[in-house]
């Protein structure tokens, strides 16, 4: 990557002139323009004259036209500014550049122009299939568009993916040279996947964004004491990419959950706790994307016992719900 690094300003001897070159400049590779930019102030704009050269004698200043472009502004009374555009930059414009005022350094920086690769994720087109494998490629190419085979590393939503098992104990990705597979897709393998040169921390990068619809599911743990239901923790988990919005929906109004996400598996968890004091009697949960939205429902009722919840649809916390409520009439 290109950088230009302003350094310290030099103030001209025998001058009040303040001038520095103010630059921050990135560039992947060659072929693209540099702009440089020396300002001086507490000058006089209609005599101050500012020009620019590669060498510390600067006794031939660089000129408009060819490889570079040059534009002034005198626009404030007490300032010039000078531009120096490099034209379409390449390796051998690597230099310290100076600016002069009035025929006296007053300020330089070095710009050093790189023939880094370039990043590209192929296909473009490429999806997610649940049950099916995605293969994803990383081609680099220089700046003359010339392939390279060099080490690449990938990024899954920020994070940096390597070879893992995921919760059934099956290996989930591969990664072999530029190549990336997803295996046996599905929602949690949506996300912004990122590839670029390994060992530079992805400063040249390609993305693809794969899409997923939402997979919904909820589980609920309740708060028993002295055999008495105190409060309920519902959770709804969402799977999908992009992440998904989840909302919950009571009988009397709208209510807030708790969200966190997991990069690694694209989903969004929010949790809801209902007990006596937030009591309702019909809940839903509702995740959505672009690709669309799921919902689940609950019924609660949290009665005097603190022993009755029920779900709208059976799962094993429903069972576990009930064998809690059992034993303790059977107690009573």
């Known amino acids: 990557m290109i950088w230009v690094l302003a350094l310290m300003l030099i103030v001209a001897e025998g001058t009040h002139a303040v001038c520095v070159i103010n630059q921050d400049n990135a560039i992947e590779r060659p072929g693209i323009d540099v702009?440089?930019?020396?300002?001086?102030?507490?000058?006089e704009a209609t005599t101050y004259n500012i020009s620019w050269c590669l060498e510390s004698t600067c006794a031939t200043p660089l000129e408009n036209g060819g490889d570079y472009g040059l534009t002034v502004d005198r626009s404030d009374p007490s300032a010039v500014v000078s531009s120096l555009q490099i034209l379409s930059a390449q390796v051998d414009d690597t230099s310290t550049y100076y600016c002069q005022?009035?025929?006296?350094?007053?300020?330089?920086?070095?710009?050093?122009?790189?023939?880094v690769p370039i990043a590209r994720i192929v296909p473009r087109d490429a999806s997610i299939t649940n049950g099916q494998n995605t293969t994803l490629t990383c081609r680099l190419t220089n700046s003359i568009d010339d392939v390279l085979n060099e080490p690449v590393v990938w990024k899954k939503n920020g994070v940096v993916i390597g070879e893992h098992l995921d919760g059934d104990g099956k290996m989930d990705v591969n990664l072999a040279g530029t190549e990336l597979t997803i295996i046996d897709g599905d929602a949690s393998d949506g996300g912004l996947y990122v590839c670029g040169q390994y060992n530079r921390s992805l400063e040249v990068e390609s993305q693809i964004d794969l899409q997923t619809r939402i997979e919904l599911s909820s589980d609920i743990k309740l708060n028993v004491k002295d055999g008495t239901t105190i409060s309920a923790q519902i959770n709804c988990s969402a799977k999908g990419y992009p992440y998904a919005s989840v909302q919950w929906g009571g009988s009397v109004g709208d209510l807030q959950g708790i969200s966190s996400q997991n990069a690694n598996l694209s989903t969004v968890t929010s949790s809801l706790e209902i007990s006596n004091k937030n009591f309702e009697d019909k809940i839903t949960c509702t995740a959505s994307n672009i690709l669309g939205s799921s919902t689940t429902s609950f019924e609660i009722n949290i009665d005097s016992s603190g022993c009755s919840i029920e779900l709208s649809r059976w799962s094993f916390s429903a069972f576990l719900i009930l064998y809690i409520c059992v034993k303790y009439i059977l107690n009573v």
């Open 101 to 115: 005022g009035n025929g006296v350094i007053v300020a330089q920086t070095d710009l050093t122009v790189k023939d």
């Open 35 to 43: 702009f440089l930019d020396c300002s001086c102030t507490n000058v």
